[in-house]
């Protein structure tokens, strides 16, 4: 039987992969709405298929968040988010990336992403470390909620207790920034969680640099299964990720305000 690829080979392919993304997106003038599904962008779609042709011809089976399944089947499978903060990216807001994640029947193997505003790229080796750029990533190290930094996604309904909170726009940047350190925290805080492409590829460098990334409700993160997204919580300790989890289990996501036809608006209605 021929051995499958190296995780030093799937890294590669994962660069070319990213660097074929970084090249689309450069020729695609215009990365407004694409008329096609809400949220989704002109650049998404670039995007998508430029990584898509390389994984694809690489052997490697794809679920991207833009085009679904193709080579479903296969050994390994590419969890592919082409472009991560895509609405950060098409307002001109520096937070958006390529996030990229093999994952084998044991879970995450091999993961890259691609902060494509400041050049910088993380990646990360089940059981061989997470690096940015060469240099190995540690979390933080904290382990009280009320001294921590946390990114959200979404909000809660109130305060859970942090030291400070951000709310950045693309969960894999999120994630790698738990795993060097910057973050202390992450909580998806949002009614419909979030999908496995929009974490695989930071979750691997999260947990290789020592963090704790979970689900709510404590199912498989790789599980690429119904219903498709989940809420998710990273803590630079199992403490933190824990105290987040808890307080946020209190007290849910903030409610979406809908007054109905014809309702007058109340208080805080409307864009922040």
Request: glycine content about 14%.
């Amino acid at each position: 039987m021929t051995p499958g690829p190296s995780d030093e080979q799937l890294l590669a392919t994962l660069g070319r992969a990213a660097e074929a993304v970084a090249g689309a997106l450069a020729a695609t003038p215009d990365w407004g709405s694409a008329d096609t599904v809400p949220g989704q962008h002109k650049s998404d779609l670039a995007a998508d298929a430029a990584a898509v042709a390389v994984l694809n011809g690489a052997g490697l089976a794809v679920y991207s968040e833009e085009s679904g399944w193709t080579g479903r089947g296969r050994d390994l499978t590419v969890v592919v988010d082409p472009l991560d903060g895509s609405t950060n990216a098409a307002r001109g807001i520096s937070w958006w990336a390529t996030s990229l994640c093999v994952v084998d029947a044991d879970g995450p193997r091999v993961g890259l992403v691609d902060d494509l505003v400041h050049g910088t790229r993380t990646t990360a080796v089940r059981g061989g470390g997470a690096f940015r750029d060469g240099v190995r990533l540690t979390a933080s190290g904290c382990t009280d909620l009320t001294q921590a930094i946390v990114g959200l996604n979404g909000l809660p309904a109130r305060h859970l207790g942090w030291g400070q909170c951000r709310a950045l726009g693309a969960a894999a940047l999120d994630l790698v920034a738990v795993a060097a350190g910057h973050l202390d925290g992450f909580l998806d805080c949002s009614p419909e969680g979030l999908a496995p492409w929009d974490v695989l590829g930071a979750t691997l460098a999260c947990q290789e640099a020592g963090a704790t990334v979970a689900r709510l409700d404590g199912g498989a993160l790789h599980d690429l299964g119904d219903p498709v997204r989940r809420p998710v919580v990273a803590g630079a300790t199992p403490a933190v990720a824990e105290a987040l989890a808890t307080a946020f289990a209190d007290v849910g996501p903030l409610p979406l305000r809908d007054p109905g036809p014809g309702a007058a608006a109340g208080p805080g209605s409307g864009d922040p």
